[in-house]
């Protein structure tokens, strides 16, 4: 009879165990892109790195993109748009998405700028599978012109200031 019980109790603490487990590994986990906090010039790292979260089971991508405007979870990494901004319009025309954000990403100009749609861009991309992003304000132009389009050639990130020539 103990040995039973013993058994049982086993039996109880490894099905434990395996449904502790489970809960750690994320569900529907999605890469965010944000701006590295360790950024350095000459060092080589990387000005954007990602970040794995779980989707909250949301399937949706204004709902996901909503979620990273809110930025980063992580302490090494920056929120890379204003405070406010927010997801208006999102589709997608063949290969290229549209992104339409509120008027507050106008706050950011110049690297500041670049560097925000270009983790916008790199998140887009590798949630959607597109090979292009296209980025406007609802009604305010960004920097000097209309729109912003990025697409893999257009992420040069690196510092190459140490590179050879």
Request: charged content about 20%.
């Amino acid at each position: 009879m103990k040995r039973i019980l013993s058994l049982l109790l086993l039996l109880a603490l490894l099905c434990c165990l395996t449904a502790c487990k489970q809960k750690e590994t994320m569900e529907d986990p999605v890469t965010f892109y944000y701006q590295n906090k360790e950024f350095s010039h000459g060092s080589g790292n990387s000005v954007i790195l990602g970040e794995t979260r779980e989707s909250a089971g949301s399937e949706d991508m204004i709902s996901l993109l909503n979620l990273y405007l809110k930025g980063p979870v992580s302490e090494n990494l920056l929120k890379t748009f204003p405070n406010g901004t927010k997801l208006l319009k999102f589709h997608i025309d063949g290969e290229i998405a549209n992104v339409v954000l509120s008027d507050q990403i106008t706050l950011a100009d110049g690297i500041e700028l670049t560097v925000a749609c270009g983790c916008l861009a790199k998140t887009v991309m590798e949630l959607t599978g597109v090979t292009g992003v296209n980025i406007c304000a609802e009604n305010l132009p960004l920097g000097n012109k209309q729109n912003i389009y990025m697409d893999l050639n257009s992420l040069l990130l690196l510092d190459i200031s140490t590179v050879a020539s």
